[in-house]
């Protein structure tokens, strides 16, 4: 059974977030994408994040995906430690709803701007509902993201459509960049969950 060479169970560990007004569908997308896997940790203190194990090419991927709806709907904006350590940061609006599109620009790149860790992390705009009366154009949300450098979707959570797509495109770009697959590498043995800096014992 467990081989004793302790070989970890993936070659990397990313954390990806989901940010973007409260509504918008960023559970709905989670779900849709992670129907088959556990939860992890409940609502209630604040964040939920779900575990996805994907197999890209030869690499086994373990993706922490963070969804901050409950949190950010008390307090309209995350905290630093929700961005530390991130390599993927998926911005999610509502196709049919403008102000959640204008608050991306508004409040969600500036706090990117704030307390992203990673100068390289990969950052993807994502039109969700995109099979509903909009109310933001295709190109609106192509040229947002041409200027903000981020990857560019639509998708619609219900019907599924572009969902895996999203996720996958991200990740593919993540393992595109050294310096992220650098800290998401198991052999790092890093902790994403408790990123705190390292403090040697000086009793030594």
Same mark, same amino acid.
């Given at each position: 059974?467990?081989?004793s060479?302790? !070989?970890?169970? $993936?070659?990397? *560990?990313?954390?990806?977030?989901?940010? %973007?007004d409260? =509504?918008?569908?960023?559970?709905?997308?989670?779900?849709?994408?992670?129907?088959?896997?556990?939860?992890?940790?409940?609502?209630t203190?604040?964040?939920?994040?779900?575990?996805?194990?994907?197999?890209i090419?030869?690499?086994?991927?373990?993706?922490?995906?963070?969804?901050t709806?409950?949190? !950010?709907?008390? $307090?309209?904006? *995350?905290?630093?430690?929700?961005?530390? %350590?991130?390599? =993927?940061?998926?911005?999610?609006?509502?196709?049919?709803?403008?102000?959640t599109?204008?608050?991306?620009?508004?409040?969600?790149?500036?706090e990117?701007?704030?307390?992203?860790?990673?100068q390289?992390?990969?950052?993807?705009?994502?039109?969700n509902?995109?099979?509903s009366?909009?109310?933001?154009?295709?190109?609106?949300?192509?040229?947002?993201?041409?200027?903000?450098?981020?990857?560019?979707?639509?998708?619609?959570?219900?019907t599924?459509?572009?969902?895996e797509?999203?996720f996958?495109?991200?990740?593919?770009?993540?393992?595109?960049t050294?310096s992220?697959?650098?800290e998401?590498?198991?052999?790092g043995?890093?902790?994403?969950?408790k990123?705190?800096?390292?403090?040697?014992?000086?009793?030594?």
């Amino acid at each position: 059974m467990g081989s004793s060479s302790g !070989q970890p169970e $993936f070659d990397y *560990l990313f954390k990806v977030l989901l940010i %973007g007004d409260s =509504g918008v569908g960023k559970s709905s997308l989670l779900l849709s994408f992670t129907s088959n896997t556990f939860d992890g940790l409940s609502p209630t203190i604040g964040v939920d994040f779900k575990v996805k194990y994907l197999i890209i090419g030869e690499k086994k991927l373990k993706l922490a995906i963070w969804d901050t709806g409950y949190w !950010q709907e008390r $307090f309209r904006t *995350l905290t630093s430690s929700y961005y530390r %350590g991130a390599q =993927g940061i998926i911005m999610v609006y509502d196709v049919t709803q403008r102000d959640t599109f204008t608050n991306l620009s508004d409040i969600w790149a500036k706090e990117i701007d704030l307390y992203s860790t990673n100068q390289d992390c990969i950052k993807m705009l994502v039109g969700n509902k995109s099979t509903s009366e909009r109310a933001v154009s295709k190109k609106e949300g192509i040229d947002f993201a041409r200027e903000n450098g981020c990857l560019f979707m639509e998708c619609s959570a219900k019907t599924r459509v572009n969902v895996e797509q999203c996720f996958e495109e991200l990740v593919l770009k993540i393992l595109e960049t050294p310096s992220l697959t650098a800290e998401g590498s198991s052999g790092g043995k890093k902790n994403i969950f408790k990123q705190n800096p390292a403090q040697r014992s000086s009793a030594s």
